[in-house]
């Protein structure tokens, strides 16, 4: 009895990823077909940028040091910590991504311009791989 | 532009979801952390978020001492006499 109750709820829920997945499928295409207009695809971009993000920072008291946390409901490309002030990353966890951390005397982020936080920003970076991702990012910014 | 101090590149590679890191920061010194967060989309999209270092900022409040710390040695100035 138990286990014709389990095989039903097994067909019940491939049923329903089944389903769920030709529902991703249909939106992916509508994503796709609405891209190709020039103003459809402005307001795609709106609404991709406005991925929620589940993020917190605070002060951990016993190690007095600042645990800063990330979660997408989509996966993370790149993360990029900028500050005017000296910080030690003490740890990351972060699965397999790569870290790059520009020691200070390679910046060249002084400029005549104001801080801004939107927008073209470039950062300077060192290495050749992190070069390339800078680069990426500072494409994609002036989509 | 930022003129910065600290610059750190994450670059994830297996469709991680969730980062979590750890900082120090320096008493005294306050100013801002900009995290800036790029999904995995298409069109790629990112967001900038802004956290504030306090200049205080490895304070906390305390609302009650342990007794361990009610036990530790302390100051105190004790006034007498006509005080107007």
Known sequence: ?????????????????????????????????????ETAARATQSAA????????????????????????????DLIILRSPVVLDLLESDAGSSVLSITPPYLQQLSSPNSEDTQGDSVVHIDSAAALSIGRQWFDMLQL | ?????????????????????????????????????????????????????KPLSLHTKLHELSPAELARPRNKMRYSGNLQ
């Open chain 1, 1 to 37: 009895m138990q286990t014709i109750n389990n095989e039903n709820r097994l067909k019940h829920m491939n049923q329903e990823l089944t389903d769920l997945k030709k529902r991703l499928d249909k939106e992916r295409d509508k994503l796709k077909k609405s891209a190709v207009g």
């Open chain 1, 49 to 76: 940028a406005d991925f929620p993000i589940n993020s917190k920072f605070y002060l951990d008291t016993k190690i007095a040091a600042y645990i800063l946390t990330i979660e997408l409901q989509i996966p993370i």
């Open chain 2, 1 to 53: 532009m930022l003129s910065g101090k600290f610059v750190a590149v994450f670059r994830c590679q297996s469709k991680e979801r969730r980062i979590s890191l750890t900082l120090r920061t320096n008493e005294g010194e306050h100013g801002s952390l900009y995290v800036t967060i790029v999904a995995e989309s298409t069109p790629k999209a990112a967001k900038i978020v802004k956290y504030d270092l």
